[in-house]
Antibody, heavy 120, light 107 residues
Framework: EVQLVESGGGLVEPGGSLRLSCAGSGFAFSNYGMSWVRQAPGKGLEWVSS????????HYVDSLKGRFIISRDTSKNTLYLLMNSLRVDDTAVYYC?????????????WGQGTLVTVSS | DIQMTQSPSTLSASLGDRVTITCRAS??????LAWYQQKPGKAPKLLIYRASGLESGVPSRFSGRGSGTEFTLTISSLQPDDAATYYC?????????FGQGTKVEVK
């Protein structure tokens, strides 16, 4: 069974940084693309970033403008999201999601989410 | 970016009713379309992939149809546990985008 456990969320002031982590188990972590999806309070789902297996490429939603960095450590089966220059509108629950394929696809595994609150 | 538009935004139906949610894409996504169910405070759960593929463990009252730009999710006989928000999701091209969601209430 796919298990994804996020950590690292919390309260941060505007302009600050946070690093989210997502520990995966129950599947061959290194064989699948991984993504972050966020959900602002009372709003819908928004794909944020993905990292692919074969090409190693990373992808981001345009609105981030280079502030976030996705990475993975396959030796630890862990996905990361480094979030810099945080803004109030980055406030959301951040979900780690497993892609169904090495290079994208739908999301067939989700973590429980970690809340990031950006506020002064 | 491909825009996904769901209708209706909210839906209220009675126990046992047949319910259909529509999702339209701003350009063709072939059959690269998934549906998720989300309950308050919980992570989304995959229901349907590749437009009509039923995810393992999902009740057979859920079904998906469509291709190109128009898709539907149907619940054949609405149950109390189906009260949730449903999202369509295209994975044809980056950025992978979601519909805005349809909230289903069970009377």
């Amino acid at each position: 069974e796919v298990q994804l456990v996020e950590s690292g969320g919390g309260l941060v002031e505007p302009g600050g940084s946070l690093r989210l982590s997502c520990a995966g188990s129950g599947f061959a972590f290194s064989n699948y693309g991984m993504s972050w999806v966020r959900q602002a309070p009372g709003k819908g789902l928004e794909w944020v970033s993905s990292i692919r297996v074969h090409s190693g490429t990373t992808h981001y939603v345009d609105s981030l403008k280079g502030r976030f960095i996705i990475s993975r450590d396959t030796s630890k089966n862990t996905l990361y999201l480094l979030m810099n220059s945080l803004r109030v509108d980055d406030t959301a629950v951040y979900y780690c999601a497993k892609d169904d394929a090495p290079d994208g696809g739908y999301f067939n595994g989700w973590g429980q989410g970690t809340l990031v609150t950006v506020s002064s | 970016d491909i825009q996904m538009t769901q209708s209706p935004s909210t839906l209220s139906a009675s126990l046992g009713d047949r319910v259909t949610i529509t999702c339209r894409a701003s350009q063709s996504v072939s059959r690269w379309l998934a549906w998720y169910q989300q309950k308050p405070g919980k992570a989304p759960k995959l229901l349907i992939y590749r437009a009509s593929g039923l995810e393992s463990g999902v009740p057979s009252r859920f079904s998906g149809r469509g291709s190109g730009t128009e898709f539907t999710l149907t619940i054949s006989s609405l149950q109390p546990d189906d009260a949730a928000t449903y999202y369509c999701h295209q994975y044809d091209s980056d950025p992978r985008t979601f519909g805005q969601g349809t909230k289903v209430e069970v009377k």
